[in-house]
């Protein structure tokens, strides 16, 4: 037997008042908000068999994988395949975006968004993902694995099982804060069953600005 779904769960709101692009920077920990959007995420797997827990090593991931420890009596098994991908912008405060364009110091690294040129190349980031999934997927006897994780790893997780381009328009994501993106194995591959957005109450008062 194995693992009969894989949750890519997202972390919450960063505590982040100066609107960093934190990246992989340490000491980035969940806000208050962000804790209610990590609880609220596990709250909503609550009577399904969640028997394995993963998180990246990050502080923000690890704070949210808290509440699932604690509501489903799990260790945390820390895997630093499903990390923050590493970026060139890490400890810039300008927003991530088409507004790049006005810093020219920053011309060179957005040269290439199909790669992407500032930072881990998307095809990377998703052989360490999948690489994770498959693992934890095996390691479990029966029952659901969550992996706390964060917006763009699980992003390009869905692009490559949906067989969409890995390179996208960062705004265009569809992977809130705390949100939950399910998984499914189907013969030798997986595919995605469910995105659910648990802490959607709450989206509206946080902000979301740290990552690329």
């Not at 405060?93 to 920053?106: C, N, Q, R, W």
């Not at 999934?133 to 029952?143: L, N, Q």
């Not at 013969?187 to 989206?203: C, I, S, T, W």
């Not at 509206?204 to 990552?211: E, H, K, N, Q």
Request: a negative charge; aromatic letters at 8%.
């Amino acid at each position: 037997m194995s693992a009969s779904l894989i949750h890519l769960v997202r972390h919450g709101e960063v505590f982040n008042p100066d609107h960093v692009l934190y990246g992989r920077i340490p000491g980035f920990g969940l806000s208050e908000l962000g804790a209610r959007m990590a609880a609220s995420a596990a709250a909503a797997k609550v009577g399904h068999p969640i028997t394995r827990l993963y998180a990246s090593p990050l502080q923000r991931a690890q704070e949210s994988a808290a509440p699932w420890s604690t509501t489903f009596g799990l260790e945390i098994h820390t895997d630093e395949r499903i990390i923050e991908p590493w970026n060139s912008f890490e400890g810039k405060t300008f927003e991530f975006g088409p507004s790049v364009v006005l810093h020219p110091s920053a011309w060179m690294l957005v040269r290439n968004p199909f790669r992407p040129s500032w930072g881990e190349p998307y095809r990377e980031i998703v052989t360490r993902m999948m690489a994770a999934i498959e693992d934890a997927w095996a390691a479990t006897e029966s029952g659901e694995v969550a992996l706390v994780s964060h917006q763009l790893p699980i992003w390009m997780v869905h692009r490559h099982l949906a067989g969409e381009p890995l390179w996208h328009d960062p705004r265009r994501r569809r992977c809130s804060l705390s949100s939950i993106t399910t998984l499914r194995r189907e013969g030798d591959r997986f595919v995605e069953v469910d995105y659910e957005n648990p802490a959607a109450a709450l989206q509206s008062a946080a902000t979301d600005l740290g990552a690329v």
